[in-house]
């Protein structure tokens, strides 16, 4: 069954759509990540317009983020503070990643940059979250006598650390400068704006390794932040440059919806190491589909765009 | 079907078809044309619509040719050719192509070199090869041999290559279509064409053209229109999206948002 989408201005078939936002919610549910990494370029793919998908992908995270924000919240496994000063880097961060956007479509570049921040960023945090991963496995027998030695050890003082506005984040136990977590709030808001990404997977590990926020504040943080993040990266686009369709982001939301349900039940029976290795490997394979795209030899070297974009920006 | 009726009392007040003109007198030619749709409605199910144009030429002869040409509303498009540096493929070089139809499609009667001269088809701009496809600022005017106002484009030949891409790609579509035999000759004058439009035809006013052929040259032709537009919830989405394009945000965030604590409340009562 087709249906015509008002704004990406093509008809798609339905079941495409919603078994789409299935996958992709079944993934997103079984391994806690956004999946946008993985709809975005899909839904190109399918022949929406990259604008509209990168527009109406970010609609579509704020409604799954949310429900996930929701339940972290009740299960008081969200730092509410950290959440806001993250926001705050975020909100400019959104702002200058839809103005890039735009600037980059009028110049017939969009597609390009997109694709090489994916590349980029799919490759680097995929390669390492392999590596890592898989150490894990192979070190299974021997990690709880080390990890009992790890903890006791007394952490080294680092760069960050002599930051200046230092604040007391209470949930997460840490005092720490609220200067890189703005800062990683911004750039993670910029990726997600350019990306039309949630940003999790960037947004994850920098709390982590960076910020050395407790594990189970990470993700119920990560999912606030990036819920008010794609609202208004959403709002933005839809208000500066008409983008959003929502009749897809409601296909789409319907969709992921119903197939997080099952993949969290099924995440829960599957051990962590095994199902990062599956996550890491799939996140490569993404990345290395982008890099082959790129490179290889295009079948039509012309591209036709509408020149209306132009006129607008210039 | 008030088209069809309106058709048929021009037929009846034709005189008889088969019938030759008077001695002496001028041979009379005239051509009658409607759709069977002037307007195509894009709702939630659309997905592409297929319309007969159909008509009467008054004084057809053996040997005369019957070509229907469809324009869609015309826009700017600008044409980027990729070049490969530092081993990725790049956008580069664009040219701006002003007013080019966003919908064009050719049926004749036979292949048009068969009946048509070049000039002919040039001038009325009949056939994908003839459609003129113009960017203003790689172009200038100069004096070649003699001959003043020729227009000449900076890129030299390689202006072709973007133009046929063009082409490619709208053909690729169904944007661009050219179908030889696609006007088909009945009986008494009459003759019928379909006209195919694809999932992606843009929104606006069509104009389809009628020309009846003779000697090489159009001696008779005919413009009915046709509107495409948006209808029902699909235009309420679109003209709110471009109105109010901050209410159309708010509301798409709103809705988001409930649906992600709809979710939640779900996911609770497991």
Redesign the interface.
């Known amino acids: ?4 989408l ?2 990406a ?3 798609v078939n339905i079941f495409l759509i919603l078994g789409l936002g299935l996958a992709v919610g079944f993934l997103s549910g079984m391994f806690g990540v956004g999946g946008g990494f993985l709809l975005t370029p899909i839904l190109i793919f399918v022949g929406i317009p990259p604008a509209v998908a990168v527009s109406t992908q970010a ?2 995270i ?10 972290h919240f ?1 299960r008081r496994t969200l730092d509410v503070k950290m959440g806001l000063v993250l926001l705050a880097g975020g909100v400019f961060g959104s702002v200058a990643g839809v103005w890039l956007f735009s600037v980059l479509q009028a110049r ?2 969009i ?2 940059v997109i694709s ?1 921040c994916y590349v980029l960023f799919l490759g680097v945090i995929g390669a390492l979250m392999f590596i890592e991963s898989v150490n894990a496995i192979r070190k299974r027998g021997r990690t709880e006598v080390r990890g009992e030695a790890g903890r006791g050890r007394r952490r080294k003082r680092r760069w960050i650390d002599a930051l200046p506005l230092k604040t007391r984040f209470p949930v997460s136990g840490l005092y720490i400068s609220i200067i890189p977590v703005v800062v990683i709030g911004f750039l993670v808001g910029a990726l997600a704006a350019l990306m039309g990404v949630g940003g999790g997977f960037v947004m994850v590990p920098a709390m982590i390794y960076i910020l050395r926020m407790p594990t189970n504040v990470v993700i119920g943080t990560s999912l606030f932040q990036i ?1 008010f993040v794609t ?1 208004l990266t ?7 440059n ?1 983008t ?1 369709d ?2 897809l ?2 296909l789409l ?1 319907i969709g992921s ?1 119903i197939g ?2 099952f993949g969290a039940r099924v995440g829960a029976r599957v051990r962590a190491e095994e199902l990062r290795v599956a996550l890491a490997a799939m996140v490569l394979a993404v990345a290395v589909k982008l890099a082959f795209d ?2 290889a ?2 079948p ?9 974009l ?2 607008r920006l210039a | 079907m008030r088209a069809l009726l309106a058709l048929l009392a021009a037929l009846a007040a034709a005189p008889v078809f088969a019938k030759a003109p008077p001695e002496g007198a001028p041979p009379e030619t005239d051509i009658v044309a409607a759709l069977t749709q002037e307007v195509v409605e ?7 619509a297929e319309l007969v144009l159909y008509g009467a030429a008054r004084g057809l002869r053996e040997g005369d040719d019957i070509t229907v040409v469809v324009r869609g509303p015309e ?8 070049q490969r540096s530092f ?5 580069r070089a ?1 040219v ?2 002003e007013s080019v139809p966003g919908y064009y499609a050719v049926a004749a009667t036979r292949p048009l070199s068969e009946f048509a001269t070049f000039t002919a088809l040039r001038r009325n701009e009949i056939g994908a090869d003839h459609l003129r496809l113009s960017a203003p600022e790689t172009e200038r005017t100069e004096t070649r041999f003699g001959v003043a106002d020729v227009r000449v484009s900076d890129l030299g030949a390689e202006i072709v ?2 133009r046929d ?2 082409i ?3 053909a690729d579509e169904g944007l661009i279509a050219e179908r030889a035999g696609g006007v088909e000759l009945l009986d008494g004058g009459l003759f019928r064409a379909q006209v195919i439009l694809p ?2 035809t843009p ?1 606006g006013e069509y104009a389809a053209d009628v020309y009846l052929f003779r000697d090489g040259v159009p001696i008779a032709s005919r413009r009915t229109t046709l509107n495409v537009q ?1 209808a029902g ?3 309420a ?2 003209d709110l ?2 109105n109010q ?2 209410l ?6 709103i ?3 409930l ?6 409340e ?3 009562r ?1």
């Open positions: 069954m087709q249906i015509y008002p704004i201005e093509i008809s609609n579509q704020a409604a799954s983020s949310a429900s996930g924000a929701l339940a009740r017939g570049q597609d390009l090489l819920l609202a959403a709002f933005l686009q839809a208000a500066q008409q959003v929502v009749i982001a409601a939301i919806v997080a349900q790129l490179t030899t295009p039509d070297l012309y591209e036709l765009m509408e020149a209306a132009a006129v | 894009i709702r939630s199910n659309f997905d592409g826009r700017d498009l600008r044409v980027m050719r990729k081993g990725i493929w790049i956008n664009p701006r192509f290559d973007y891409a063009i490619r790609a709208k999932p992606t929104v948006k919830v699909e235009r989405i679109y999206a471009h394009p901050a159309y945000g708010l509301l798409a965030v809705f988001a948002a649906a992600g604590w709809a979710a939640a779900v996911f609770r497991r």
